[in-house]
C-alpha cells in the first residue's frame, strides 16, 4: 500500500514568488491536513481537507490556502513569500471514521521549502 | 484555547533505563491520542496510540497511559536502546485536527 506522497522534495524560492505543494493520500483516505514544522515551533496546523471542503484551518495569514481534488490530492498555496515562510511543509491523511476520526494518521515524507 | 504541553522539551538518559514524557491537553472532548516519532530528516511516524476508553496501552517497550480527568497522557519507554534517540511529539485530537505537543528530542546515551 503506497504511503503519503508529497512532491517536490525541496524547493527553493526567491521572496515575494509564490509556491505550490502537492501530496497525495494514501489511497481510501479522504482527509489531508497540512502542518508547518520549524526547529522552534514544532508542528503548527495550516488546514484540514475532507472531500473537497476546508474543514478547519490554522493561525495562518491568507497568502496560505489550499484545495483538494475529487481524487482527494490535496495541493497548498504560499502566494508572496517570506524568509520566514522557510520551514518543512507536512501533509498526513487519515481515514476518517466514526468518533476516532485521525486513527491511522499518516505523514508523507514532505517538502523542504527555503526561501532566498 | 486548543493547546498540548508536553514536557520535557530535551530529555537524556543512560541506554537500558526509562524514559518518560508527559504531555497535557485543554479539550476535555478530545479522546484520541497518538504519539509519534520522528528520526533526523524523516516523517514523524506513529508509535502507539490510546483511545479515549482505554486507560493503558502497551506495545512492547513502549507503552502510553491516559488520566482524563486530569487531561494528561504519558510515554513511558523501558529498556532504552540507540535507536530511540529521536524527537517524539504527542498529539491531541480537536475539532478537524490533531494538535500536537512541542516535541521532546530523547537522547539515549551509550
Known amino acids: 500500500k503506497a504511503g503519503v506522497t508529497q512532491t517536490p522534495r525541496y524547493l527553493i524560492k526567491t521572496r515575494g514568488q509564490q509556491v505550490t505543494l502537492s501530496c497525495s493520500p494514501i489511497?481510501?483516505?479522504?482527509?489531508v491536513s497540512w502542518y508547518q514544522q520549524t526547529p522552534g515551533q514544532g508542528l503548527q496546523f495550516l488546514f484540514e481537507y475532507f472531500s473537497e471542503t476546508q474543514r478547519n484551518k490554522g493561525n495562518f495569514p491568507g497568502r496560505f490556502s489550499g484545495r483538494q481534488f475529487s481524487n482527494s490530492r490535496s495541493e497548498m498555496n504560499v502566494s508572496t513569500l517570506e524568509l520566514g515562510d522557510s520551514a518543512l511543509y507536512l501533509c498526513a491523511s487519515s481515514f476518517t471514521s466514526g468518533a476516532y476520526p485521525y486513527y491511522g494518521y499518516t505523514f508523507g515524507s514532505g517538502t523542504r521549502l527555503t526561501v532566498v | 484555547g486548543e493547546n498540548v504541553e508536553q514536557h520535557p522539551s530535551t530529555l537524556s538518559v543512560q541506554e537500558g533505563d526509562s524514559a518518560v514524557i508527559k504531555c497535557t491537553y485543554s479539550d476535555s472532548a478530545s479522546n484520541y491520542f497518538p504519539w509519534y516519532k520522528q528520526e533526523l530528516g524523516k516523517r514523524p511516524q506513529l508509535i502507539i496510540d490510546?483511545?479515549?476508553?482505554?486507560g493503558e496501552k502497551k506495545d512492547q517497550r513502549i507503552a502510553v497511559t491516559l488520566n482524563k480527568t486530569a487531561k494528561h497522557f504519558s510515554l513511558h519507554i523501558t529498556e532504552t536502546q540507540p535507536e530511540d534517540s529521536a524527537v517524539y511529539f504527542c498529539a491531541a485530537s480537536m475539532p478537524q485536527k490533531l494538535v500536537f505537543g512541542q516535541g521532546t528530542r530523547l537522547t539515549i546515551n551509550p
Open positions: 490510546i483511545r479515549s476508553n482505554v
Open positions: 489511497s481510501g483516505h479522504r482527509s
